[in-house]
């Protein structure tokens, strides 16, 4: 049977858009990366944002979607980032979603960095996100609308899988693999007005911002930065960049410390996006087929025409899911035998600086931070029980934002997207509804891969992510 309809998948609903200026000070600590020399930032590459959009349901309850360009904060710190941002706008901390585009040239906030240098400048810098948040909030909110979404499929092949075998040295790293494949679905949503007038874009690409490694001392959104301005200087609207599932993605370029490679990245996710973009239909249509016109050949012809009542209805359909379900651990270390290991490297690394031994004490120092990090995922959990984890679904019309914890392989979304073929899925990731870390297909623990020493998650955690989130998609009656 011949295809009589196009449609471009579409939602409508109340937004607002707000965005604010969060670069840290120059000279706070900066240090992400265990191969760094520096621990201070000495200056800025392109500004830190945060974006925030603000959507009404029917019932006139506000849900907010904050992305900031930080790589991260520990649990305890973005617990109370939520906390004060709820109680500031007044809307309960389950609607407040938090999220982070995940860069590894913003910063480094933990407050366990206070007494290195340029940790003096993170308590003051946290205490003034919830204030700045709260602005772009309130900027939303006074200038929401009812608006129309057009979701959008595009592809871009900066992302590579990042699993790589080392035959060498026998182990793996983590670096760009040639051999595996990797995701390059963009999705794409324009946000228009009544009227039919551009007002926001939004990027949804899954894609570690690990352009920039060890060698860059600057502050930076990655390849982030380069994109938006791209999309923003062709649209003349904001842009709305949701990191991806990506756990086992990066850019094929990168590790690098020159801001020009993350720049180049950038545009070439800007201008994959704006492909996608242009290829939408215009504002409140579809394609529809209009007959056959006689000519040199019989044309088949196809017509911009406005929605039909169904399929408006269904247009219109606006609902929220919060969930939390719990997931095996993966065997964590004691608290007391960290403290032993750390405390281990650091004698090491101040012998070796002593020595003059410059090379063996940054290899000692990289210990110390990976020391660090493994302290960080203990907190919050207890051995042998499972672990809460958060889910949150906006079904906005034909699409589906899908907001989750931690940093899922990509596996997530590709499955996802197979399962409901027709349904626009937006995945959001490092959300603040649980708890964080990798999580890894079954069949990828036990292999020494990087990601399962930084999993809080087990084996079997993703499948289950997967499997809860269809099982609510599917009583939405999405296909």
Known sequence: MSQHILPTPLGRCVLGFGRVNVTPPVGIYHRCWGAARHDASTGVHRPLNATVLVIQDPQSEEHILVTLDLGWLREREIDRLTQSVSERIEVAPERVVITFSHTHAGGNFDLDRIHDEGGDLIPGYLDSLPIAIADAIEQARSNKQPVELAYGVGHCDLAWNRDYWDEETQQYV?????????????MVIRVTDRNGYLIVTLINYGCHPTTLAWDNTLISPDYIGAMREVVERDTGVPCVFLLGACGDLGPKDGYVGDTSVADRN??????????????????????????PVTSGATIGTWRHEPLNEARTHVVNHLTTEYMTFELPLVDLPAQAELDEKLADWQQQEDAARQAGQDQEAADYRAQVERTRRAMRRVEGVTPGQPAPYGVTLWRLGEGVFVLVSGEPYNLLQRELRVRFPDTPIIVGVLCNRGTGGYLLPADEYGKGIYQESAAVIGPGGLALVIDNISEQLRTWEMR
């Open 266 to 291: 950038g545009r070439q996710l800007g201008y994959a996006a704006l492909s996608a973009l242009e290829a939408l239909t215009p504002h409140g249509t579809e394609m529809q087929y209009a007959g």
């Open 174 to 186: 983590c670096g760009t693999n040639p051999e595996r494949d990797g995701d390059d679905t963009v």
